[in-house]
């Protein structure tokens, strides 16, 4: 799958965050609900495992069950180390 990323014009880190979302261009299997696939995680590692410097990011995920805020599959990437 491939991912785009976007600045949150919310952020809720004063550093900012990002969200990470699957292209909409593939609308047949983009254009889904906030579930993860096991290709879903798998390209979490391999984006995560690009991350320069490592540890400098997190990217975190939280489904529907769990007060995610848009029922549309995303994630959060933020700075680390925490505030």
């Known amino acids: 799958t491939d991912w785009d990323i976007y600045h949150n014009i919310s952020p809720a880190d004063s550093r900012g965050h990002f969200l990470l979302m699957p292209t909409l261009s593939g609308r047949n299997t983009n254009w889904r ?17 690009a991350i320069q410097p490592p540890a400098s990011a997190l990217i ?3 489904s529907m069950g769990a007060g995610a805020s ?13 505030i």
């Open 70 to 82: 848009q029922n549309h599959i995303h994630l959060h990437i933020w700075p680390n180390p925490p």
């Open 33 to 49: 609900g906030q579930t993860l696939t096991r290709s879903d995680c798998a390209d979490i590692v391999e984006i995560s495992s």
């Open 60 to 62: 975190c995920y939280n």
